[in-house]
């Protein structure tokens, strides 16, 4: 096979709206995600795209600055990829395992084309056609235009969970919390799952409670249909100490997000369920060799959502479709956004489940309109922090939390 080489960096931001603003334990989503389309050109003509987060900031500047580590480099050189990239000891002052994960999308998204072959096979194989999502519900402020869109009561709540089992057909059902109140969350919690009796429920308050509230909270939802109960607390030993006491699994995306971690928790338990994020890992690959690690210790995975835009969805779409242990329904944010940068607009949801991509690479492509359109828009709005909360000013967040939302307010900051 001839080699294919990187000769071209670019990097864009894009601001697509979402229907609402979503509040979570350490701020809040301002009623839109800022996500940076990455695309590599090789010297042979092929396009391969890529996508990262960055907590509501554009990083199109530091993808920029790793340029010079990346021209020339072949495309299918991805464990030299990872050690130019991110070796562990450089990483102590530059830690670009985020920034990696995009580049390696789009080395994969290219090898997929040049084989003509899609990415899930580059990876083992698909085992399932469609990867099925929990509905994954915010409370959310209402949007600042519409008046619409407000999730804060327990109604509220139900409401806005019916209308998402309607449209998509989700069966699971994730409440993200440590926004209010643990009280009220755990009145809305029981009310979610008294409202889908046949469905699976998950909460997920970002590690906002004490240990003791964590206990107190899972030994009150302990009768539910629960999937796991992610990161009620910080810390590996926060987590000990919940499962010791709690009967439901624990899961993270927080204190399991890399080998080291992994190999603590598998000496010393403390998390039953990992949360595999495709920009957290520093790609899909680490993914894949992370899920083979929970099934040879018995440890249960699942696919996390840090925000994404449809080639990060693509991304986690050919992980979920190659992992043997995913037992659970993976999370998206993706049903909360109006819009999307691929051509034929957002994927739809089927009976719960988005289809895997079939076509060469990723199987994603950049949509120029869209792309343009939300680039303008991310010039016109700018960045947002997405460690603080609009509706809230001087508020930050502690852990464990202590300051909660009032949720007899109803807050309706203008974002636009
Ligand atoms: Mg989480």
């Given amino acids: ?32 995600f800022v ?35 990346l021209v020339g480099h072949e495309v299918a050189q991805l464990e030299a990829l990872r050690f130019k990239i991110c070796n562990p000891t450089a990483a102590l002052y530059n830690n670009r395992t985020q920034l990696h994960a995009a580049i390696e999308f789009a080395c994969l998204d290219v090898l997929g084309q040049k084989l003509g072959v899609p990415v899930h096979d580059l990876l083992g194989g698909k085992l399932r056609d469609a990867v099925p999502f929990a509905s994954y519900l915010f409370f959310r402020y209402a949007d600042s ?7 804060r009561t327990a109604e509220q709540l139900v409401a806005n969970a019916r209308d998402l089992k309607q449209r998509c057909g989700f069966t699971t059902h994730k409440l993200k919390g440590g926004y209010y109140p643990p009280e009220h969350e755990l009145a809305c ?30 030994m009150a939802i302990a009768d539910l249909n629960n999937d796991y109960f992610e ?23 927080t ?16 998390v039953d369920v990992i949360l595999l994020d495709t920009t957290f890992w520093g790609g899909i690959r680490p993914c894949v060799k992370a899920a083979g690690v929970c099934e040879t210790f018995s440890l249960g995975v ?22 043997p242990n995913l037992t659970f329904a993976a999370d998206a944010h993706y049903h909360h956004l109006v819009d999307d940068v691929i051509v034929g607009g957002p994927m739809p949801y089927k009976n719960g489940a988005i289809a895997v991509p079939t076509a060469p690479g990723l199987g994603v492509k950049l949509d120029r309109d869209r792309l343009a359109k ?43």
Avoid: C
């Avoid at 096979?1 to 979503?22: C, D, F, G, W, Y």
């Avoid at 029981?190 to 240990?211: C, E, K, T």
């Avoid at 699942?302 to 992992?323: D, F, P, R």
């Fill in 1 to 32: 096979m001839s080699k294919t080489t990187i000769a071209r960096l670019k990097a864009t931001p894009v601001t697509v709206p979402l229907e609402a603003p979503l509040l979570h334990s350490n701020g809040a989503h301002w009623g839109r």
């Fill in 35 to 69: 996500r940076t389309i990455v695309e590599i050109e090789t010297a042979d003509g092929y396009l391969g795209l890529g996508e990262m987060g960055g907590g509501g900031e554009a990083v199109d500047r530091t993808f920029a600055g790793l340029e010079p580590y």
């Fill in 145 to 151: 235009d519409s008046g619409k869109g407000e999730v």
């Fill in 189 to 218: 919690y029981r009310a979610l799952a008294a409202a889908f009796p046949g469905d699976g429920v998950r909460y997920d308050p970002n590690s906002v409670l004490s240990p003791e509230q964590a206990i107190r909270f899972g």
């Fill in 231 to 253: 990161d009620p607390t910080w810390g590996l030993t926060g987590m000990q100490r919940v499962r010791e006491r709690v009967p439901i699994p624990t899961a993270t995306n």
């Fill in 255 to 270: 204190v399991v997000i890399n080998f080291e971690q992994l190999s603590q928790n598998v000496l010393n338990r403390a």
């Fill in 302 to 323: 699942a696919v996390h959502s840090s925000g994404e835009l449809g080639i990060q969805l693509a991304t986690m779409l050919h992980l979920g479709a190659v992992l």
């Fill in 374 to 416: 939300y680039n303008e828009l991310f010039k016109q709005l700018g960045g947002y922090p997405y460690d603080r909360d609009p509706g809230r000013p001087g508020w930050f967040a502690t852990i464990p939390n202590a300051r909660w939302g009032d949720p007899t307010k109803r807050i309706v900051p203008k974002l636009r």
